[in-house]
Nanobody, 127 residues
Framework: QVQLVESGGGLVQIGGSLRLSCAAS????????MGWFRQGPAKEREFVGT????????YYADSVKGRFTISRDNAKNTVYLQMNNLKPEDTAVYYC????????????????????WGQGTQVTVSS
């Protein structure tokens, strides 16, 4: 089992940047594919991006491709989401998830694929 804690959210202006972190404790994070999802007001949770256990494969939603980058440091049991050129539509609570039992290059991209979730961190993009 793994526990996930997100941090790094906040209020940022349009065009600004934020870096979110997801710290894993318990079982080593290298055991899990890791993903980021978000949920805006009155919206369902949506996929943002995912990174494989090895860290060599990543996959992004079209809405964030070219602006967001996922990385991981397995030695620190931490996954990051670098968000650049933020837009108002990026406003949401951001969650990280962990998926066990997949190959080292797998990049699961639906919420139902994930076994564990953090509590979320709010990101607000304003003018």
């Amino acid at each position: 089992q793994v526990q996930l804690v997100e941090s790094g959210g906040g209020l940022v202006q349009i065009g600004g940047s934020l870096r979110l972190s997801c710290a894993a404790s318990g079982r080593s994070s290298s055991t899990y594919a890791m993903g980021w999802f978000r949920q805006g007001p009155a919206k369902e949770r949506e996929f943002v991006g995912t990174i494989s256990r090895s860290g060599t494969s990543a996959y992004y939603a079209d809405s964030v491709k070219g602006r967001f980058t996922i990385s991981r440091d397995n030695a620190k049991n931490t996954v990051y989401l670098q968000m650049n050129n933020l837009k108002p539509e990026d406003t949401a609570v951001y969650y990280c998830g962990a998926r066990s039992g997949v190959g080292i290059y797998a990049t699961p991209n639906t919420a139902n694929d994930y076994d564990y979730w953090g509590q979320g961190t709010q990101v607000t993009v304003s003018s």
